[in-house]
């Protein structure tokens, strides 16, 4: 967010103003971690701020691990 701020940041100080949203390059995979993370959400007008839940429950790499040793 900092360094998307930053860029915000130079053109405001540049006086071009801001560059509409819909020119800019979709980051699939962040919008799915924010969206995972319940950050934001998407509703029939747009992006809003999420509550901050998160959607599901985020596995980590040894938890992965030890399910598959699991299963063995």
Do not use: C, F
Request: hydrophobic share 25%; charged share 40%.
């Amino acid at each position: 967010m900092e360094h998307v701020g930053h860029h915000l940041e130079k053109y405001q100080r540049s006086g071009s103003g801001l560059i509409d949203p819909a020119t800019w390059n979709a980051d699939e995979e962040l919008e799915q971690y924010l969206l995972d993370e319940g950050l934001i959400v998407r509703d029939v007008e747009g992006w809003k701020i999420g509550n901050g839940k998160p959607r599901r429950r985020r596995h980590t790499a040894v938890e992965d691990s030890e399910e598959s040793s699991d299963e063995e």
